[in-house]
């Protein structure tokens, strides 16, 4: 019985040694409780960007809807809005929201009167503001889609037929930055036609068609135009 007692003692020894051991190192424990929250902040941080970007695609898909199916720019408008402070890397949504401000200035030009037309314009200045803003956030994001630069030579082109000062010009540079990302675009040649039709240059119309035509022989909105 001697000899078993020893040897169980003997068997024992190591295992309280490495306990005393990892006891007395706490910079090992230390680390282990580092590492597990920086797995938990990894974690929640994910999962919040996560949510926030599935919340600003719901705020997206419905405030089309409200448009597409209700014709509720309003509504249209505040739903973009949400999308972008859920998520605001989206230029989508920034080009979406350009849409609904060029509604709504169309809106109100069609709605002043010689009575209320100090109102009207009050309100054209502060929601051309927005359409810039809207299209300039949407090239920061990305200037690498031509869509952002259309986007906001389409906001200068709108107050082109106004009479702005430099409207056209800027109109003019953005669609030419859209060429540089996009060479080949006939889309873009036609956006340039639709600015000189604006603009009541005939000649330079023509001469953006046959551009167009050139890069699709067949587009058919060129052809129209012809």
Known sequence: FTGIFVAEEGGALPTEVRDVETVRDPRLHFLSILVLIALMLGSLIGG?????????????????????????????????????????????????????????????????????????????QGILSQALASANSAVALNPGNYQNWLTLGRVYEAVVPLNIDGAYDLATKSYAKALEVNP?????????????????????????????????????????ML
Not at 59 to 87: H, I, M, P, T
Not at 199 to 220: C, H, M, Q, S, V
Request: glycine share 4%; hydrophobic share 35%.
């Open 48 to 124: 919040y960007f996560l949510v926030r970007r599935y919340l600003s695609l719901g705020s997206y898909q419905r405030a089309l809807y409200a448009y597409s199916q209700n014709g509720q720019v309003s509504q249209a408008e505040a739903g973009l809005q949400k999308a972008v402070r859920f998520d605001g890397s989206v230029d989508l949504y920034y080009r979406s929201l350009v849409d609904v401000y060029l509604i709504q200035m169309n809106q109100l030009v069609a709605q002043a009167t010689e009575v209320n037309k100090d109102t009207v314009r009050s309100k054209f």
């Open 184 to 224: 080949h675009s006939p889309q873009i040649h036609m956006t340039s036609t639709r600015l000189e039709v604006a603009k009541g240059d005939r000649k330079k119309a023509r001469a953006y068609i046959d551009l167009a035509l050139k890069e699709k022989p067949n587009y058919t909105d060129a052809l129209f």
